[in-house]
């Protein structure tokens, strides 16, 4: 069975050698480029070589550089650098300790290749008093009117809550309505003054957004500043301009008063939905809201652009809240509460820190919300990555006081003076697109803090050597180009390695090149030589036995399949054309290492594998079908072969039985037997065992054959038989009728053993339940007597008194 292995191993071997040429194939073809950035675009293993007169690939693994001795000071391998912190100032502890840093550090640098990554720590502590923001934005419709007289009546209530939070509180105040053009609200004059024609109260004139008070600390200021409930106003359709005006609260940053080391809090209060980007157009504005400020200088502070812009998206406002460091608090009331607050749930959901809370009809709540809003907001760090390039990836893991939390990039239920530690790490997977800057910056900022973790990035996406070019150099063919990192870049109308070649146009030397192109590909020369007007001319090989060649440099004498580590098994038995193996003659295969000879697969009677198999690199490989094997095809065990025939003729020729006649035994037997007392342990001659039983006196007679130098047949008889003895019968006999009496017995003792158990076990249970019993023996508690006894109560008074006797 070996012989039909080991072609499988052959086989097997083969498909190895070829994926490890291609595994080599794909390493050699990790770094491929034309120019030294874009070579280090490929990753962090391809390197540059500027060496001038470097023959071979100029990109390639830094590996293979150094291998093929282009010098180590030419090679172009920026490596990552950092994180080198540039500013690190310690926490703070409260807020009264000058300037407040709550991140630590505060900026870094790195410069960073394609594919590497790096790993950054930062803090981020709670400190205590920290400023706190609050502005207060207010619908002013008129369903609202409840809600503008409740304000009126808790503004101390809420001020002297949140200085009971933190000392250093400041709050503003603006209120929107919506813009002044049809359809949002009726454009008739009389309407614009007095928008609320059905009702008994008065409304004030239609406006968008308008800023009544800075941030500020003064409680007075804030009191004066309220609006009435008379000032409410109407439009005609149910929902507001409120994202025009939460935009520009939070793009108005000098005129509302925003500190930069700061808690920023809107708390937004509405009963009704809010317009978007597209809504203007009912109103025929069209150009798109510009996400700048636009608040006028006098008195009041309005939004100039409100009829100019349309309104902005929701991913606009999103944005700028998390620039500008602002949470905001949804506080949604009237009857469509239900309603309106899932739609706020779901815009709330698209910030990175923001709530959404059902507001009381009157308002009454309010400071409850704000009061929990700021609670949760400074209870929890959470990490987020601010203007992140997209070559970029950055992946955040928490360690928080009470150990890391599930939730992503967060902690939870901290107090103040509590430190959290963030690590991140940050991957470069691109390089910027041509054109654009090397540098970048984004950061890591800790949502509601004021502070952020500023990341310096340099991409190493350039070589140094780019800067040291020389133009019009004499090494590029007479000054027709510029030497740049070892190679050629050519002027126009000049093209090949050295500038050498000429054409009219750009497009003329774009045909000539598209001749070093083989069909449907796009590389130049197979990526294994250079165009030269036209021409390929290949590279060459660090061995000097290897050669490319070829009309594109397709071919070679070095990629065909190996047999015992040689290209075509060696030069004796074939040779490499083209990645194609040439045997010589006498041998075959895909890696020449199959023998043609067939002397090696005769059997015993001069036929090729007897028969039964084809040779196949000088060895047989037995049919499938056929109940044949070995080295030859010659092994049957299934078959009835020379044991069965040759069985008659050792028995007439040795034993003088079986089935043929004296005269049959010698016509039909034409050979002779060697009579042995035992079997010697080696045989000069392979031989096969054979046994049999010989019928006339139950014995069995073992004999071996096999073939001798001449082929003749050659038969060794063992010349005593092999008589089985008969079994003994008596001793059987007495032995099963023994085992069946002992059987029996154990039987019976187990029976009585268990009996006498169980009666045991009955007598002890029958034992516990007398003594359980509360009356003795010789009574019987169920027996009533038959006699009645009276009692006579004169009996002792009648009877004379007793006398003392001595």
């Known amino acids: 069975m070996a012989s039909k292995r080991k072609p499988g191993f052959v086989h097997l071997g083969t498909v190895l050698c070829l994926l490890l040429l291609a595994a080599l194939a794909r390493s050699d073809q990790e770094c491929s480029a034309t120019t030294c950035a874009d070579c280090l675009r490929q990753g962090p293993k391809c390197g540059w070589c500027a060496e001038e007169g470097y023959q071979g690939p100029r990109c390639d693994l830094i590996t293979t550089l150094q291998k093929n001795a282009c010098l180590s000071t030419k090679i172009q391998n920026p490596t990552t650098e950092g994180p080198t912190k540039t500013k690190d100032l310690a926490l703070s502890s409260t807020a009264q300790s000058g300037d407040i840093i709550q991140v630590r550090p505060q900026e870094i640098s790195l410069k960073m290749r394609k594919g590497d990554a790096v790993q950054l720590s930062m803090q981020v502590r709670q400190v205590e008093d920290y400023p706190l923001d609050l502005y207060y934005l207010m619908d002013m419709s008129f369903s609202m009117k409840d809600d503008v007289s409740k304000l009126v009546d808790i503004n101390s209530v809420l001020i002297r809550e949140m200085k009971s939070l933190t000392n250093n509180f400041r709050v503003g105040l603006g209120i929107f309505l919506d813009k002044t053009v049809l359809p949002m609200v009726n454009t008739n004059k009389d309407r614009l003054q007095d928008p609320c024609p059905n009702v008994d109260t008065q409304c004030a004139p239609v406006f968008g957004f308008r800023h009544l008070l800075d941030l500020t600390d003064d409680a007075d200021a804030l009191r004066r500043k309220l609006p009435n ?26 005129k509302i008063g925003w500190r930069d080391k700061a808690t920023k809090m809107v708390l937004y209060a509405s009963d009704e939905g809010f317009k978007m980007a597209g809504d203007g157009k009912l109103a025929a504005i069209l150009p798109p809201n510009d996400g700048l400020c636009h608040l006028s200088s006098g008195n009041p502070v309005e939004y100039t652009e409100l009829n100019n812009q349309d309104y902005p998206s929701v991913g606009q406002v999103v944005r700028v809240l998390r620039e500008q460091k602002i949470q905001p608090i949804f506080a949604v009331t009237d009857q469509r509460a239900k309603n309106q607050l899932k739609v706020y749930k779901q815009l709330s959901n698209q910030f990175d820190s923001a709530r959404t809370a059902e507001l009381a009809d009157d308002s009454s709540n309010i400071v409850g919300l704000v009061t ?338 001449d082929n003749m047949l050659v038969v060794t008889v063992q010349e005593d038989k092999e008589c089985p003895q008969g079994a003994p019968i008596l001793p059987i006999v007495l032995g099963i009728v023994g085992g069946i009496v002992l059987i029996g017995l154990i039987l019976v003792i187990i029976w009585r053993v268990a009996i006498h158990i169980y009666d045991k076990k009955q007598y002890m249970e029958f034992e516990k339940e007398r003594q359980k019993v509360q009356f003795t023996t010789d009574v019987n508690p169920l027996y009533v007597t038959n006699t009645t006894k009276f009692i006579n109560p004169t009996f002792h008074q009648a009877q004379p008194a007793h006398e003392d006797f001595e």
Do not use: H
Request: net charge negative; aromatic share 6%.
């Open 229 to 254: 409930p008379e000032e409410v106003s109407a439009n005609r359709d149910i929902t507001e301009g409120g994202l025009e005006a939460l935009l520009q609260v939070a793009m108005c940053k000098e």
């Open 372 to 709: 929990n809003a700021y609670k949760e907001l400074r209870s929890e760090v959470k990490l987020q990555p601010v203007n992140l390039p997209p070559e970029v990836d950055v992946a955040i893991t928490p360690i928080c006081p009470s150990g890391t939390t599930e939730e992503e990039s967060s902690c939870m239920g901290l107090q103040v003076g509590d430190t959290a530690e963030f690590v991140i790490d940050v991957n470069v997977k691109d390089c910027p697109k041509q054109g654009q800057s090397n540098l970048a910056t984004f950061s890591l900022d800790p949502v509601g803090f004021g502070d952020e973790l500023k990341v310096n990035l340099e991409f190493l996406c350039s070589c140094e050597c780019e800067a040291l070019q020389v133009q019009a150099s004499p090494k590029c063919s007479s000054g027709n180009g510029t030497l740049q990192c070892g190679i050629c870049v050519c002027d126009q109308g000049r093209y090949g390695s050295k500038c050498e070649c000429s054409a009219d146009s750009i497009e003329g030397a774009m045909d000539v090149t598209a001749s070093c192109k083989a069909n449907n590909s796009n590389t130049l020369c197979s990526r294994r030589g250079v165009c030269i007007c036209g021409q390929c001319s290949c590279s060459d090989r660090p061995d000097p036995n290897e050669e490319v060649y070829g009309q594109f440099c397709e071919c070679d004498n070095f990629s065909c399949d190996r047999y015992q580590g040689m290209v075509c098994g060696g030069p004796d038995r074939g040779t490499c054309e083209c990645g194609t193996c040439r045997c010589n003659d006498g041998w075959s295969g895909n890696a020449c290492q199959c023998s043609k000879r067939e002397d090696t697969c005769k059997a015993a009677d001069g036929r090729i594998c007897n028969g039964q198999g084809k040779c196949v690199c000088g060895k047989c490989e037995c049919y499938q079908n056929s109940p044949y094997s070995g080295p030859t095809c010659e092994t049957c065990p299934a078959c009835p072969g020379q044991c069965a025939l040759n069985r008659d003729c050792v028995q007439c020729q040795v034993f003088q039985s079986g089935a043929l006649s004296p005269a049959e035994c010698q016509r039909r037997c034409n050979f002779n037997s060697t009579v042995v007392d035992t079997f010697p342990e080696s045989s000069p001659i392979p031989q096969e065992t054979c046994r049999f039983l010989d019928e006339e006196d139950g014995c069995f007679f073992t004999f071996k054959y096999g073939r001798g130098e």
